[in-house]
């Protein structure tokens, strides 16, 4: 089985400021893991991914992500967000020995204001 | 433009009909991916397609069914249509698996509304 868990419905900063979107996982094996982001009446873009090797992962637009097994997380990260950064996040995991089959978290809505 | 296209963006129709999603893949990708999102349910995996075959099935209902053809172009069919199956239907493509390839490649979805 495998599942991950956004638990923030939301995450609200303001421009400028840091930006942290959380992600934890369940597999029952060596997990990949990915981050894509979703603009208003858009499809997913994909962000980063941890495949394997280096823990820190570096993404499109800004973002970064690390992962940490002993704690089971993936959390998303950027230094200094910006207002076109306002989008939906989701956090998903496959697992190695099974590559075809992608799980979504439930999504975070990251508002940045000006 | 992720390279995958879907057909059509809306569909409006009534409960117990039957619909047929389209997908085109991006050029020279083998896997497509069905998803479902709703607002109660979120993003839900339905089927994935490689080169044709079935590899693996998430919450897909009895009432859904899904193919790939040898162009590799995928539908999705839904019948017997209830108010619940309103949602945005995504279809992605990869080369391969997701660690394989390392991403996939979301259209931009159809929007199915059941009245």
């Known amino acids: 089985a495998q599942s991950v868990a956004q638990p923030e419905d939301q995450v609200n900063v303001a421009e400028g400021n840091p930006l942290t979107v959380k992600c934890t996982y369940s597999?029952?094996?060596?997990?990949?893991l990915f981050w894509y982001v979703q603009y208003p009446n858009r499809g997913l873009q994909f962000l980063l991914k941890?495949?394997?090797?280096?823990?820190l992962v570096k993404g499109s637009y800004g973002f970064e992500a690390e992962f940490n097994k002993s704690q089971t997380s993936f959390h998303l990260k950027k230094p200094s967000a910006l207002v076109s950064d306002s989008a939906l996040y989701f956090c998903?995991?496959?697992?190695?020995?099974?590559?075809?089959?992608?799980?979504f978290g439930a999504g975070t809505t990251v508002t940045v204001r000006a | 433009d992720s390279g995958v296209t879907q057909t059509p963006k809306h569909l409006i129709t009534a409960t117990g009909q039957r619909v047929t999603l389209r997908c085109s893949p991006r050029?020279?990708?083998?896997?497509v991916y069905w998803y479902q999102q709703s607002l109660d349910q979120g993003l839900q995996f339905l089927i994935q397609?490689?080169?044709?075959?079935?590899?693996a099935k998430g919450n897909i209902l009895e009432r859904f069914s899904a193919q790939q053809f040898p162009d590799l172009h995928s539908e999705l069919n839904l019948s017997s249509l209830e108010l619940g199956d309103s949602a945005l239907y995504f279809c992605?493509?990869?080369?391969?698996?997701?660690?394989?390839?390392?991403?996939?490649?979301f259209g931009e979805g159809s929007r199915l509304t059941v009245l």
């Open positions: 992605a493509s990869s080369l391969g698996g997701s660690g394989r390839s390392g991403e996939l490649f």
């Open positions: 597999v029952s094996g060596n997990p990949y």
């Open positions: 941890y495949i394997t090797g280096d823990n």
């Open positions: 998903a995991v496959s697992l190695r020995s099974n590559d075809y089959k992608l799980s």
């Open positions: 050029s020279g990708d083998l896997s």
């Open positions: 397609y490689y080169n044709g075959e079935e590899r």
